[in-house]
């Protein structure tokens, strides 16, 4: 006997039983189940022609729907699919016919009569209208009903399945029947001047290239194509409170997963912790390059949206991304996507791109969409095997095109462990209040975006790689034994329990927790050991300063505020105020460098900007407006911190907005600029600076940083060509890049000489 769903108590309105059966076993199950719990009840298959004559015979019958769900063999409590299932061309979700009726007989337990939830003819006829309009005939009517019942038994199923497997069905077949669909369609072909039977079905075709045709062992199958891609690479830590918190907000909203973009097993490592926390798989919205074979026809079927590139002025295929966005969320189907468009380059935020989340803010005009919850997830890695590949492409070479012969040397990489993957959920907010927050206008979306942003980044945990990263670059291309690094590293890891900044890198005044990040660096070739001495000691390899910049990237926005107080006192030494007046000027100047960082980072808002600034300035000392009047004054509140974070964190940055500013200077203002040949030149021009010494290293030239620099350039307005106008403040901006590198040149003075003492202060 197959095991029973429980189903709704009798109504004494007549039923009928749709049934979903594909096979002679499915059909006997179901009749078994019928005759015992719905005797005499009118049978029809979901798919007959007859189902529309009985649909209008005048009567107002409860309309059942019924299938079997299959289930995969149960061991050690767990029903999950293995990869042997799946290397035995079997699927525990849809057995095949001929072994079904053994499987019923001798296991029972896996085959399930399952009831959707009931309807009567009369509602499912209101639902219709609303849907598809009440001009909708007697066929499509019935094609209605028939949907509706799959996606009864659909939702009945995860109640035994489990939410992991929530899958969408018919997902083109209900947009493209809906009324609201059509008029819009009918807007967009009159606005083109086209007929509409040729833009709905171009629509139709956009629908279909881009919706994600979920199924069972599609999921599974995809699970275990890709599972070599991350599961050998690193043991996953996971925040498993926020995860509770979302699954209480999951019943009431769908959620929008917007993770930090650092490696191409994101999506992967994510998918396996939701899966594991039984939450419905994401719909991922990934780019077409990725769209490749296997991983394009088993990701399209295991809900991974494929999106073109760039939409150019295709106005069908936005109707249609816009639509599909639409009914995901109308649906409550958790929804992913990476804000950033592309994985980072330098180990920190890019500049996140708002088309999708545009297009998403638009689909809170439907009606059926009441609201989205908006994830920030931060995603960090103690090492990334593809960072060398990320840092080359920032010194000019070419990227690698994926493809199978790039999968196969993926996994091939990603087969030893390379140490933790954490991955933190930000604080949730709705999409609809931020919209309203941000205000009208064209900064709404970049507030929202902004907001999401700075969410990833208080929610990433400092990783020890990058604290020793950030040490070790700091002090150039000297190498240090253990004991100076934890001398570096002492007073960055008290700022850090200050801060109460989230992470685990405490465990770094233990020797042997800092031995242990060293080996790992020196395996991954990011820094090299010699031990010829007297004892080890360690520096960045040669060649290996942007692999070392990523990582320690990773964890600058937790001392941006601090370094921007550093860089104000200097500027208080430089040109000491009145006491009373020392807040105002440190402010102005910290706004000012705010700023000049502005695509860089990631801020608050301003006020909880000035807020942290007046906190880090209270922590180096309580009395510091009085100590700035003092000779001298504040170059000891700076020598107080026994490490400055300035110079090490910073440089590079104001490095690349140099080049780029005296690049722009020295071209004349009416000559227009060409920005991928800009930058080509920028790339040469940086090198030649790195070997002259004016720049601090070659971590200094990269392109994104170069073009970072440029749009703030163009926010200056001083790239295009102009009058005179524009050479004066091209001329203006490159002075005040170079006083703020004076300003960091003053710091790694400091800095240097605080090095010596930390680390030879037991010398004599």
């Not at 639902?127 to 949907?147: I, K, L």
């Not at 994985?343 to 996140?352: E, F, H, V, Y």
């Not at 860089?567 to 105002?584: C, F, I, K, N």
């Not at 005040?736 to 040149?745: A, D, H, K, M, S």
């Amino acid at each position: 006997m197959a095991t029973v769903t429980q189903t709704p108590p009798a109504t004494g309105d007549p039923v009928v039983l749709l049934v979903d059966a594909r096979t002679g076993t499915e059909r006997e199950l179901i009749d078994a189940w019928a005759r015992e719990h719905h005797p005499g009840a009118e049978t029809l298959d979901r798919a007959a022609p007859e189902l529309r004559g009985r649909l209008e015979r005048g009567d107002d019958p409860l309309v059942l729907p019924v299938r079997v769900t299959w289930l995969p063999r149960e061991r050690d409590g767990d029903r999950t699919v293995r990869v042997a299932d799946l290397l035995a061309l079997t699927n525990p979700h849809r057995p095949w016919g001929a072994v079904q009726k053994v499987i019923a007989r001798r296991e029972p337990d896996r085959a399930r009569v399952t009831a959707g939830e009931p309807a009567h003819a009369l509602e499912l006829r209101r639902r219709f209208r609303e849907h598809a309009g009440r001009t909708a005939g007697g066929e499509a009517f019935a094609a209605f009903v028939a949907r509706q019942a799959e996606l009864a038994c659909e939702r009945a199923e995860r109640q035994i399945v489990g939410d992991r497997y929530k899958v969408p069905r018919l997902v083109a077949e209900q947009i493209t029947a809906s009324h609201t669909f059509r008029t819009k369609v009918s807007v967009l072909a009159e606005k083109l001047d086209r007929p509409f039977e040729e833009v709905l079905a171009e629509a139709t075709d956009c629908l279909q290239e881009v919706a994600a045709v979920q199924s069972r062992p599609a999921i599974d199958a995809f699970r275990a194509v890709m599972r070599p891609m991350h599961a050998n690479a690193w043991d996953v830590d996971v925040d498993s409170e926020s995860l509770e918190r979302l699954r209480e907000l999951n019943r009431r909203h769908p959620l929008v997963f917007l993770p930090s973009h650092r490696s191409y097993a994101d999506p992967l490592v994510l998918a396996q912790v939701l899966h594991d926390h039984d939450f419905p798989r994401n719909h991922v919205l990934g780019g077409a390059n990725m769209a490749f074979w296997p991983i394009g026809p088993l990701g399209k079927r295991a809900g991974i949206i494929f999106i073109r590139r760039t939409f150019g002025d295709d106005q069908v295929y936005k109707l249609a991304v816009r639509e599909y966005l639409a009914h995901l969320a109308a649906k409550r189907f958790n929804i992913e996507w990476y804000l950033e468009g592309g994985r980072t380059r330098t180990g920190k935020l890019r500049p996140p791109k708002f088309g999708l989340l545009a297009y998403l803010a638009k689909a809170l005009d439907d009606p059926r969409v009441d609201d989205v919850m908006l994830v920030p997830v931060s995603m960090v890695y103690d090492q990334l095997h593809e960072v060398g590949a990320m840092a080359a492409e920032q010194g000019g070479a070419k990227k690698q095109s994926e493809g199978l012969k790039w999968f196969a040397n993926y996994i091939n990489a990603q087969r030893s462990n390379s140490g933790t993957a954490q991955v933190r959920f930000g604080d949730p907010f709705s999409l609809k209040g931020a919209l309203e927050e941000a205000g009208e206008g064209r900064a709404q979306l970049e507030k929202v975006a902004f907001r999401i942003c700075d969410g990833i980044n208080r929610a990433t945990p400092l990783a020890s790689t990058s604290l020793v990263t950030l040490a070790l670059l700091g002090v150039r291309d000297r190498a240090l034994t253990l004991d100076q690094v934890m001398r570096v590293l002492t007073p960055l890891l008290d700022h850090v329990a200050w801060r109460r900044i989230p992470g685990t890198v405490d465990e770094l005044r233990r020797p042997a927790s800092v031995r242990g990040v060293l080996d790992a660096l020196e395996n991954a070739g990011v820094v090299s050991c010699y031990e010829g001495g007297t004892e080890p000691v360690w520096q960045i390899a040669e060649g290996r300063h942007h692999v070392a910049a990523f990582y320690r990237n990773g964890a600058l926005h937790h001392f941006i505020i601090r370094a921007i107080v550093e860089l104000a006192l200097v500027r208080l030494s430089q040109h000491p105020p009145e006491p009373d007046a020392a807040l105002t000027v440190a402010t102005d100047d910290a706004l000012a460098l705010r700023d000049l960082l502005k695509f860089e980072f990631f801020f608050g808002t301003k006020r909880a900007f000035l807020e942290e600034m007046n906190q880090e300035l209270e922590n180096i000392d309580p009395e510091w407006q009085q100590r700035i009047a003092e000779p001298g004054g504040p170059d000891r509140l700076l020598a107080g911190r026994r490490t400055l974070v300035a110079d090490r964190a910073l440089r590079s940055f104001f490095d690349a907005q140099l080049v780029v500013a005296e690049q722009l200077a020295a071209t004349p203002s009416r000559e227009a600029v060409d920005q991928s040949a800009f930058i080509d030149r920028c790339l040469g021009v940086g090198r030649q600076m790195v070997l002259q010494g004016r720049l601090h290293g070659p971590e200094s030239v990269s392109q994104e940083l170069f073009a970072a620099a440029m749009r703030l350039a163009a926010n200056r307005d001083v790239v295009d060509p102009g009058r005179d106008d524009v050479r004066v403040a091209r001329e203006a901006w490159r002075d005040e890049v170079r006083e703020i590198r004076r300003r960091l040149v003053r710091i790694g003075e400091l800095d240097a000489k605080l090095l010596e003492g930390v680390l030879y202060a037991d010398a004599a």
